[in-house]
């Protein structure tokens, strides 16, 4: 897939996850005690062959470019190609709340100069492991304008998704935005791919018109214009648009089968390193059920948990049903069960913290309690 241009669009992203991207972007929201969300579909495009990737920050992307640096992890600093990080151009940050349209075309130029036949524009916050390759050729043989990806799901799990609908031909006929009364289980993952003579053309054409959103305008205002098909994606995908979801796909990684069919299959996902001794559990702990990363030290219990590195759990302390994030301090006879922390919260000792599974009690970072 040398010759596809892969774009991570970061632009009017969902910031649902409250405290969770107060000060950083959806993309940068730690997952999986040791990841981050971008990571899963930058391995993605690297282990599917491309090496050319533009990430499309938006707003509160400090921590999004610390973490992805210069692409090394993915293989990605390059002399030719790479990783390129692309923020909002001087005139976007005035109007911030524009459409991705205009951070499309304050960029052309990095599409004109690009050697790259196609585009495959995407989101971050689809958690998934997908071979592109298959996107590709079904793309080429199908002679379709755009192919984009879907995913057949419940409908409990789907209701901040946009959905569409396909004919036998497996073209798409109708997409309907997030708020849409669409009645169908196939659930868009944001992924497109299209040449790059049509994108640009859709940018300007569109923008002309005085739209500015790529999907909901050039894309879904063409579909009886444009032959579009749907590739059905069949790996596990997690939505990550609310606290919420971000909570249940977190907790579903405790199922072995989930764990290996996202981190390993087809390919595996990478992340920045980091050099932390191994977790340490005492003669007082006891763990069962957990992810738990480098740089942990377990004097407690900790029960159904994903533990992020340098997590400290002290001796009396009981976790149940928990997120917590990097550099937590769970002090002595604290009791914390459905909760999500956030980096660096300490909580002291003898606190008593409870949520509820449909609700997690959700601390911001560097919180004390």
């Not at 992805?68 to 990080?85: M, P, T």
């Not at 524009?121 to 996107?135: G, K, P």
Request: aromatic share 8%; with cysteine; charged share 25%.
């Amino acid at each position: 897939m040398k010759n596809v241009l892969g774009v991570v669009n970061l632009v009017n992203e969902p910031d649902n996850l409250e405290e969770l991207t107060y000060k950083r972007s959806l993309a940068s929201v730690p997952f999986g005690a040791r990841y981050r969300l971008i990571d899963f579909i930058m391995s993605s495009m690297v282990n599917s062959g491309i090496v050319n990737v533009a990430v499309f920050a938006h707003t509160k992307y400090r921590s999004l470019m610390d973490h992805l640096g210069s692409g090394k992890e993915w293989d990605l600093n390059r002399k030719r190609g790479g990783l390129f990080i692309l923020p909002p151009a001087v005139d976007e940050i005035r109007e911030i709340v524009k459409g991705d349209l205009y951070h499309f075309y304050a960029h052309r130029d990095y599409f004109y100069r690009s050697t790259q036949d196609y585009v495959l524009i995407t989101r971050s916050h689809m958690v998934c492991n997908i071979d592109l390759t298959e996107v590709y050729e079904h793309h080429r043989l199908s002679g379709a304008d755009i192919t984009m990806v879907y995913k057949d799901m419940e409908e409990d799990d789907f209701s901040h998704s946009r959905r569409i609908l396909i004919n036998p031909l497996g073209q798409v006929k109708d997409i309907q935005d997030h708020t849409g009364r669409l009645k169908s289980g196939k659930v868009s993952m944001e992924m497109f791919l299209m040449k790059k003579e049509l994108l640009l053309d859709l940018v300007e054409t569109s923008l002309a018109q005085g739209y500015d959103h790529l999907v909901r305008d050039a894309i879904m205002k063409n579909v009886d214009r444009l032959k579009i098909n749907a590739f059905p994606y069949q790996g596990y995908l997690g939505v990550i648009n609310t606290i919420q979801a971000y909570y249940h796909h977190s907790m579903n990684l405790l199922n072995p089968s989930i764990w290996k069919d996202l981190f390993f299959r087809p390919g595996l996902i990478y992340t920045k390193i980091k050099d932390e001794p191994p977790a340490k559990y005492t003669q007082h702990s006891n763990v069962r059920n957990a992810m738990i990363a480098n740089g942990c030290i377990i004097e407690g219990e900790v029960e159904n948990c994903i533990l992020f590195r340098g997590v400290k759990v002290r001796k009396g302390a009981v976790l149940r049903n928990c997120i917590v994030l990097q550099n937590c301090d769970i002090q002595e006879n604290v009791s914390v069960e459905n909760a999500i922390l956030d980096k660096d919260v300490m909580i002291n000792s003898g606190r008593v913290l409870k949520g509820a599974v449909t609700a997690p009690f959700v601390a911001a970072k560097k919180k004390i309690i």
